[in-house]
């Protein structure tokens, strides 16, 4: 079995769940040494035989050591990326968010009676359509403060989501880890 190494750059879910495919693998392998061994029962004829598949069983069980630091290796790149995504989303949040104040404030400033003002100031129909174009367009611009506050706000949980789910599988990757290690010096003694 070849372990795969992940590329240069950014580590991407598909690299983890190849890993986890690996890890599946090697726990299939496992499991038919373990059949083999369990039909070898106490034969003494057979000692030689039953050696060679504990020696099996403690490289499969050492393959998935390996491979199980690898992902807990992977998923500290894909959280470290993760946090980077949500400091920048963060950031763009706050700068959004102070926009959308300044936009507040100065609407509360001008108020609502200006835009009635604008439009009642205009001195003949092209101007009036003019100043309600004008209008529109900082309502519009308004709109699209709002609507990109709430994006980013929406990306910020959703990989805010992504982060706990990332921490919470290395979490069960480094328990994979103790129960291997474990089982290894079980094997190894036996």
């Known amino acids: 079995l070849q372990f795969m190494m992940p590329a240069a750059g950014a580590v991407t879910q598909a690299d983890i769940d190849d890993l986890k495919e690996q890890q599946t693998d090697l726990n299939g392998q496992k499991n038919e040494i373990k059949e083999k061994l369990n039909s070898l029962g106490d034969d003494k004829d057979k ?6 598949l504990l020696d099996e069983q403690c490289a499969v069980t050492q393959q998935e050591i390996d491979v199980a630091n690898q992902q807990i290796a992977e998923y500290d790149g894909l959280i470290s990326d993760k946090e ?3 400091a920048e989303t963060e950031a763009k949040e706050q700068a959004q968010y102070e926009l959308f104040c300044k936009r507040a404030r100065t609407m509360e400033e001008s108020g609502k009676s200006s835009f009635w003002e604008i439009i009642f100031k205009a001195t003949s129909v092209t101007d009036l359509l003019g100043r309600i174009d004008f209008i529109n367009e900082i309502m519009d611009y308004d709109k699209q403060v709002m ?3 709430q994006d980013l706000r929406d990306k910020l949980d959703s990989e805010k989501s992504e982060l706990e789910t990332a921490r919470e599988e290395q979490a069960e990757a480094k328990q994979v880890l103790m129960d291997r290690k474990a089982e290894l010096q079980q094997q ?3």
């Open 47 to 52: 000692a030689l035989e039953k050696k060679k």
């Open 84 to 86: 980077k995504q949500i």
């Open 147 to 149: 609507q990109e506050l």
């Open 188 to 190: 190894q003694a036996e």
